[in-house]
């Protein structure tokens, strides 16, 4: 394809579209031609970083605008409708992570994208983590063999605490719109990752609770426990967390070496039993097609490659599936544990 691709945004009350904004705007690949949001303050602040058309009506941009991909930041609910609605007219979809609120539009998303003959990608912002990119290729090369143990913590303070907009956080804090709290914004990462890197798991664990805000609608923590017949791998989440210790952190565990791939601090460390405490390992060498969705959603589909597996339509929905079944777990109630009861004599 001679010419960039012509991209269109649908929805903006999803914080993570300013980033994306950003790199479309210095895309080669790439050409916004169209912004809509219901959200009129939104529209006026995309106005103040991009030059293209905005409209405060998804259809009506759909209907005036020749687009060759939609990328699609609205909220897990609506973003599914959306991406359905963009893939029906034919475009090329971007969707940010997790694909939908709930697994029925997670299937509905990728049925649709295959009948239409689109290309369907699901952005997992740390995909383009340099120290994860990095240890995913070493993974594939064979370097720490079989993966038998994954884990993978995401947390912060929570999304207010954060800095996220009123928009993202409206949604956000609401089951229907999200489908869940911390569980499905956070969790999802590792479960992602997980899947990635093992598969399907054969079972699937979690608790979640409103353990320190105590007033949310939704829940502030969760972990969820995938069980594989040679491994297992663990996705923590949490929107109370005081500090970023640990946060962002992927441990992988191969049988011939470990991988830590902290994605705040930029750093991946390899440790064997030649090297018990670790050796950081040089990140140079990742890819220009990986440096943000952008630029590998247009690579692959001016190659005719398939996108790595992370952000594959399968790992997302997949993912989503793990996601729906952590969440009929935490909802069981806990077998109680005996208390101890002295003998009186």
Known sequence: MLRPYRVVVLGLHHDHVWTHLQDLRISRQAELVGVADPNLPLLSQARSKVSCPTYADYEELLESTEADIAYIFASNRMG????????????????????????????????????????LMVNWPFAWSPPLVRALSLIEEGDIGRVWQVRYRAAHAGPKELGCSRYFCDWLFDTRLNGGGALMDYACYGCAL???????????????????????????????????????????????????????????????????ADCLKGTLTRADQEHANGEEVPLDTVPASFRHATAHFTTALSTGEPVTPLVSAQVGRDTQAILAAARRASEEPSTPIRAYQPEIS
């Open 80 to 119: 599914a409708l959306l991406a359905m609605t963009a893939a029906k007219r034919g475009l090329h979809v971007l969707i940010e992570k997790p694909m939908a609120a709930d697994l029925d539009d997670a299937d509905e998303i990728l049925r649709v994208s295959e009948a239409a003959g689109v290309q």
């Open 194 to 260: 997980a899947r990635t890197l093992m598969g399907m798991p054969k079972g699937v664990r979690a608790n979640k609770g409103h353990y320190v805000k105590t007033s949310m609608e939704v829940e502030d923590n969760a972990t969820v426990l995938l069980d594989y017949e040679r491994g297992s791998a663990l996705a923590e989440a949490s929107w109370s967390q005081q500090g970023d210790l640990s946060s962002y952190t992927a441990f992988i565990y191969g049988e011939e070496g470990t991988l830590i």
